[in-house]
Structure formats: C-alpha cells, structure tokens
C-alpha cells in the first residue's frame, strides 16, 4: 500500500480545524491529506487483493472529504474520529451496494448440466428463470434435488455457510466476512469451504446420483 503523510498533533489539528472554520480553503486540504493514514488504516479491515484496495482506497477517500466538509467542531469529538465513522460508513454503503448488484463468482461457476446438455449454474437453480411449463418442472425437480443434497451430502458447517452465504434460508446474503465474524473463523476458512461445499454439489448433479437418501427439512 502506498505510503501518506503523517497524522497531525492534537494541536494541529486543532488549528487546521479552525482556520477551516474561518473559511482557509487551503487548511481543508491539509486536513484531507494529512487523515489519508487513516484511510488506509481502515480500509486494511475489508480490502481483499491489490485492485480491491485501491478502489477501497477511493471510496474511503470520498468518506474523508465528507467528514472534512461536514465537521462541526461544536460536537466536541475530535475530527479524526468523526472521519473514521464517515469512512468506514461510505466503505460499508458501498460493499452493500455491490453485494445487491451481483454476487460473488463462485455462483456462477457450473454445476451441472440440463436434459439438453447444458451447463446449469447454481444462480439459475437458486434464482430460477421465466420458462415453458415443461422447463419450469424440470428446474422445480432440480431444486428438490439439490435441496436434498444440501441436506445429505454437506456436513453441517458446509451446509449453515452456504445458507448464510447465498440466503437459502431467509433471502438474506451475507459476504465471506459477515458469515467469518457470525462462525467465529476466518474468510479464508470460509471461501475454502464454502468452494468445497460447491464442488460436492456439482460432482453429485453431474453424476446423476440417484441414491441421495430422502430427508425432510429447511436448508
């Protein structure tokens, strides 16, 4: 990660943020550079690869700059923590915006295929598509099958992830560090079982399995 600026003192800051106050366009711009540390501090806690930080990077960034230019020193809290909360809430707003707008692409890896020789992925058996009648049993037989399977072939670990991960349960999605922090371990853990969990259904969707026992139940 690139390196920034030092923070500034107490009293410092306290000066920047009343020259700020007393219209200094110039000390807005020191606080903003001056708080990029803690930027990247934060962004430390969600970024998940090089790319992924850089765009953290920017977002938190946007969160500083509305710290900055909403501060209210009246408030008695100091600017560096007020901005901490704006950036981590501009973090947070967007990682919920991305995570309705697609899904992960473990979801969209195959699965199986249909009658026609088609590849079939988990989105599709999950989410269903409009179709014939005559498609729209096919996936409904499919969907059984699969539910029985999450119940059979899974241990109970694979199984509570993939419910909280893909909301099988409630409708709710939850990232690989939402399910990490409510499981107790760690996202990596998580992504490594959650890819084994996937791989098992796929395998028994592909090999036609016919001797999943039946078993009654919520996923």
């Not at 199986?112 to 988990?122: A, Q, S, V, W």
């Not at 922090?181 to 592909?206: D, F, H, N, P």
């Amino acid at each position: 990660m690139k390196s920034f600026p030092g923070p500034l003192t107490s009293a410092e800051e306290k000066e920047y943020v009343k020259r700020l106050e007393n219209g200094d366009r110039s000390a807005r711009n020191v606080l903003i550079e001056r708080n990029l540390r803690l930027v990247a501090h934060i962004v430390k806690k969600y970024s998940q690869g090089e790319r992924d930080t850089e765009d953290m990077l920017s977002i938190g960034t946007v969160g500083l700059i509305k710290a900055v230019d909403s501060y209210n020193s009246g408030r008695g809290s100091k600017i560096s923590t007020y901005a901490a909360k704006c950036i981590e809430n501009e973090i947070l707003m967007q990682l919920r915006s991305d995570r309705k707008r697609k899904r992960e692409i473990s979801l969209s890896s195959p699965i199986g295929t249909d009658k026609e020789g088609n590849e079939i992925h988990l989105v599709d058996v999950i989410e269903g598509r409009e179709s014939d009648i005559v498609e729209q049993l096919y996936q409904e037989i499919l969907l059984g099958k699969l539910g029985q399977m999450v119940c059979t072939v899974l241990t109970d670990r694979e199984r509570k992830i993939l419910c909280l991960r893909y909301g099988l349960k409630d409708g709710e999605e939850l990232t690989q560090r939402e399910v990490a922090e409510q499981m107790g371990i760690s996202r990596s853990y998580v992504s490594r079982i959650e890819k084994r969990a996937l791989e098992k259904l796929r395998e028994c969707l592909t090999s036609g399995d016919s001797g999943i026992a039946q078993k009654k139940g919520v996923w």
